[in-house]
Structure formats: structure tokens, C-alpha cells
């Protein structure tokens, strides 16, 4: 899209947004601030790298497709996440899970990982001026094939998930201390019952004991920042998920951790956009974890609709940007996977845009006054304002494709890389 273009339309809409008393330079100000946690797990479809053939198993997880070009190596990988964040305006960091180190070729079971096998990812990360945030990985091991790790009850795997924890914590307060930056790490676990069972307590009491050793071990904020995340159901955990959503709400509370809401872990026609205002209140911090569940949790790329926007307007309206960390989760094997990256990521920094250019004082002024009309009529407007022109214009000065330019890029680099690839 040609500058003279770019400019002209921005400037258009500047005037728009300042008639209704909305500072759009002020709104990408903001916007910069906000640095989306790229999932490394997209690039290879949550496969890892700990064997020559690692693949995705159990957890109640499952990626689907099987596009060509996929990553091959934590090489590739980052060669994919960096044509990824070229594409994009404002800032990124990089979300990994645990079983995406540099083994080197070696058997290193989970419960014996260390820094070292990392320091290859904090070392990238320095030199792109990014930071890092980190997962433990609970899936896709003959020791979580029985559907629990944490709330399990053969003591001797459960010892292991939780030295498994603990040494993830440890890895992810060094990732955070090495680049200056607090790491986010994101406990999720698997565990559930297919059918229902009958003593829920007695299994949510061993979650709730595993769970209270590994935070025994403390790091300073400034380094780590411990997140939980719930989830309603899994593929093999149908009828019940020990880790569900009051049961982490309960221990973040009251333990001082983040919880993390991903929109695809709750029933369909639950809006997590609702959750945040009365978390807010009760939590210091938010981890998100942003996806598009079709029908179940699907774990589809994100888009700009109307769940992703209500959870951005709810940050912005609640003035709680600085206290909530963005991530992206979803795994889509059937589509070129940069593309996928890159589609998800602009529509949630459309979505924090949309929001962060909304008159809030006037319409939070109407509805104090019981003037719902007004309100209802300027929230309409709003959808039709030329958002685009304001987030083209940001990808121009950001120096990155402007609109559809972008696919031009991917396609490109489809053709001289991924093609490439077996």
C-alpha cells in the first residue's frame, strides 16, 4: 500500500476520533506498550524437541492438519519466529514450553532439565531485545498416560511432575533475571477423568499439596511470575478436570499467583471478557491466553471478533493494562503456520487498538447519568470509525507490511524456506 495512502487515511481518521474527543497518537502510545507472548508451540504443532520424532500426545490436546513446512529443529524454530516478529508492529516476546529445549541429542527426562539446556533460547532472546515466558510441558510423556501428573496418585510419578515444576520454575526465574524482564510461567495440567468420578476432593487435596511444595521455593517478582491456568475439559477428561477453574481461582487468591484465562477452556457461551474485572479485584495480575475455540476448544487462529474485543475493552475500560500479561495459544496444522502467527497477532493488537480508541469517559459519563440510548447509539458508531486506517498507519512507522501486504511475505517465504523443508 503505497505511504501518501497510509498517511492520508490516518490523518482522516485522527480527525474522526478527535471529534469524538479520542487522541489516536496517544492510543498507539499505549498500544506499543503492549507486548503479545508469542507460543513457540504453533511452529511444529506442539511437538517439541526432546526425541528426533517427538509428536504430540494425550493431554487431552490434539493438533490438527498437516501442512507442509512445519519446524524441524529449535533452529528452524527460531528462524520462523523471527520472520514471524518481522512482520509484526510493536513488541513481542516468545512463550516456551518445557520440552523445547537443546538436548543436544541426549535422553533428558523432565525431572532433570536445568538452565543450561535453555541458555541457547535466553541468549536468542538478549540479542532480539525480547523476553521470554515458560510453560511447564505435562503432556506427551509415558508418565502422564494414565490422565493425571500433579493430582495422581502413584506417589512416585507424582514425585516426579513435581520436581519437574520445580525445576521450571527455576529455569524461567534465571530466563527472567538473564533478560531483565519477569517470566511468566504458566502451570497447565492434563489431569481429569473420563467418567465420573466419585472422590473429586481427594484428588483436587493431592493437586492442592503438590502444588503448595512447588511454590515452597521463592524467586523475586522481579525475575518469575507464577501463573495457574483451568480448564473445563479435555479429550479423555470429559466428565471431570482436577484443575478447574474455582479450584485455581481459590489457590491464586489466596496464594498471591496469576491465574490465566484462555477463552477456549470454558463452556461456549462463557465470555472470560466478564471474569476480568471481578479478578481484577481480587488478583494482582492476569496472564491471557488468546484463542478461538469452534464449537469446543479448538484452539483455532485468533480473529477479530466479538469475544476477542470484549476482553481487550474490559483491560482498557478497567485501566489495567500494565497488570495483565498477553499470550496467544493456539496450534492450527492446516494453514501455513507463519500466516497463522501473524493473522492472530494483528487481530489481538486490532482488538486492544479498537478498545484503546473507544471515548470510554463519555460513554462511562452516559451510563452514570442512566443515558442508555446514547450510550447504545455511541458504541454503534464506534464499530464503523476507520479503525484500519489507525493500525495501517502504525504498521507503516513501524517499518512492517502494511494491510494485506503481508501475505505477499509469507508466500514468499513459503516458497524459498518452508518449501524446503521434509
Known amino acids: 500500500m503505497k505511504k501518501e495512502k497510509v498517511l492520508q487515511a490516518y490523518q482522516d481518521a485522527r480527525e474522526q476520533y478527535a471529534a469524538l474527543g479520542v487522541d489516536t497518537d496517544e492510543a498507539l502510545r499505549r498500544l506499543d506498550s503492549i507486548s503479545i507472548s508469542l507460543h513457540c508451540w504453533q511452529t511444529d504443532d506442539v511437538g517439541g524437541f526432546e526425541t528426533p520424532d517427538a509428536t504430540l500426545s494425550g493431554g487431552g490436546i490434539q493438533a490438527t492438519g498437516n501442512y507442509p513446512g512445519k519446524a524441524n529443529s529449535v533452529s528452524q524454530l527460531r528462524q520462523d519466529m523471527e520472520k514471524v516478529m518481522s512482520l509484526l508492529p510493536g513488541s513481542q516476546r516468545v512463550s516456551l514450553h518445557a520440552m523445547y529445549g537443546e538436548f543436544g541429542g541426549t535422553k533428558i527426562d523432565r525431572d532433570s532439565i536445568t538452565t543450561d539446556h535453555f541458555q541457547g533460547w535466553i541468549d536468542w532472546a538478549k540479542n532480539l531485545g525480547t523476553g521470554l515466558d515458560f510453560n511447564p510441558t505435562f503432556f506427551s510423556h509415558p508418565l502422564a498416560e494414565d490422565g493425571f501428573t500433579l493430582s495422581g496418585r502413584n506417589e512416585k510419578n507424582r514425585r516426579f511432575w513435581i520436581e519437574h515444576a520445580k525445576r ?125 475455540g469452534v464449537r469446543w476448544d479448538s484452539d483455532h487462529v485468533v480473529i477479530f471478533n466479538d469475544e476477542i474485543q470484549l476482553i481487550a475493552q474490559e483491560i482498557v475500560r478497567c485501566k489495567a493494562l500494565e497488570r495483565v500479561h498477553v499470550g496467544l495459544d493456539y496450534f492450527d496444522a492446516s494453514i501455513n503456520r507463519i500466516g497463522a502467527y501473524v493473522v492472530g497477532t494483528r487481530a489481538a493488537q486490532l482488538a486492544f487498538l479498537h478498545a484503546l480508541l473507544e471515548p470510554t469517559e463519555t460513554l462511562r ?41 503481508y501475505i505477499v511475505e509469507i508466500q514468499k517465504y513459503e516458497k524459498e524456506v518452508l518449501s524446503e523443508r521434509t
Open 365 to 405: 459519563k452516559y451510563e452514570e447519568e442512566g443515558r442508555y440510548f446514547e450510550r447504545l447509539a455511541l458504541m454503534e458508531v464506534m464499530k464503523t470509525k476507520p479503525l484500519g486506517a489507525v493500525y495501517d498507519y502504525w504498521c507503516l512507522t513501524g517499518n512492517v507490511p502494511v494491510a494485506e501486504d
Open 168 to 292: 521450571c520454575r527455576r529455569i524461567a526465574a534465571e530466563m527472567g533475571r538473564q533478560l531483565g524482564t519477569p517470566c511468566v510461567n504458566n502451570l497447565w495440567i492434563p489431569d481429569g477423568s473420563k467418567d465420573t468420578p466419585v472422590d473429586r476432593y481427594a484428588l483436587r487435596a493431592l493437586l492442592k499439596e503438590s502444588l503448595d511444595e512447588i511454590f515452597s521455593e521463592e524467586f523475586p517478582a522481579e525475575y518469575l511470575r507464577d501463573a495457574l491456568e483451568s480448564k473445563l475439559f479435555g479429550i479423555g477428561s470429559e466428565s471431570m478436570v482436577v484443575g478447574s477453574a474455582e479450584f485455581y481461582m481459590g489457590y491464586a487468591i489466596k496464594n498471591n499467583k496469576l491465574i490465566t484465562l484462555d477463552n477456549g477452556h470454558y463452556h461456549p457461551t462463557e465470555q472470560i471478557g466478564d471474569k476480568i474485572s471481578s479478578l481484577l479485584l481480587y488478583v494482582d495480575e492476569l496472564m491471557l491466553h488468546l484463542t478461538r
